[in-house]
């Protein structure tokens, strides 16, 4: 066999490409598979410096490298699955993996590099790495997606979870309020079918004194029952929102003892009303109808819980930009524990035994004052009386 032709038959037909190099860097030889791969003929690249074949910096390294090993020995460009770059005719460059052996022959040194071509890995591997880039990308938009629909079905969760409790807040109050209404309308009602039957009955004889009794009682019941319906009536708009301040500069003293006249007429034996005005001026920025109703509820509970017999202090002061509205009764008085649900709506007290009421009036009072833009607060003790105070400062005195 013919080992030469054998050899010569296995370099041209190699799937990689081969080139040797002497001393100097000058090719000797160039396999087809390494002049397709670099884009030139044999004729081109044989005799010239195998720099040629390689791009910036190894193109002007590359006589440095072997001068450096034939001088140190050291290996440097000797090596197996060295990745490096190489330069094509038409200036392009391509990714391959170079092996380096050195070739001792006839009393010379040469190089033999073997060229296996990475472009396919290398373009692979791109599109894997664009790939996985795009794939992340979607992962993290998918992720932000996820995020905002879980925050919003947070949100959503948590409206419904108001919702919710408003609706059972709702359905408490209508609770109360059916469990009240068959307690407060009853009463005055069966007063007043009773009343009167038995003025029937006296009329007859004639009994004068009877009829007046209950025909007292009559107007009696007939006042609470409008009063009830007039809580009701007031919440229900201040629900609606069609309750709205109309803040103007009123006369208080003069308005005060309008209300002082009207109540003292429903006032319980011997019960008084005393006013008093505090302050060189009488003149203050609220609106009237609001602050009336607020005032005369106070004035109310004050009669209601109180008994025969007593003083109801009713107190104005104006002092600059404050004003300062207090009433005060010597009467039953608010239990500590009970205080702090006061002015909840249908809230009652549980020391007010028999005695007719809502619950409604006191937050009937609080809402009138916010929405003219003050406080209301309540000092108490039980059997030790009740104050009252509403406080209220002008924005521009």
Known sequence: MD???LLKAIIENAIDGIITIDRY????????????????????????NVSML???PDHSRHDQYIHNYLTTGVKKIIGIGREVRGLRKDGTTFPFRLAVSEVHYENKTAFTGFVHDLSKEKEAEEKLIQHMEELEATVSNRTKDLIKLVSELEKTKSEVSQSLEKEKELNQLKSRFVSMASHEFRTPLSAVQLSASLIEKYAEKPDLTNVLKHTGRIKNSVQLLTSILNDFLSLERLEAGKVLANNEEINLVELAEEITEEMQLICKTNQHIVYQHTGS????????NLLKNSIINLISNAIKYSGENTFIEFNTEITGDLCLIVVKDDGIGIPEEDQKNLFEPFFRAHNTGNIPGTGLGLNIVRRYVSLMGGTVTCQSA????????LAFRNANP
């Open 382 to 389: 039980q059997d030790k009386g009740t104050v009252f105070t």
């Open 3 to 5: 080992t030469s032709r």
């Open 281 to 288: 001026g009488g003149k203050f920025s609220l609106d009237a």
């Open 54 to 56: 390689m791009p910036e």
């Open 25 to 48: 860097g000058i090719v000797d030889s160039i396999n087809p598979a390494a002049s397709n791969l670099f884009g030139y003929d044999a004729e081109e690249v044989i005799g010239n």
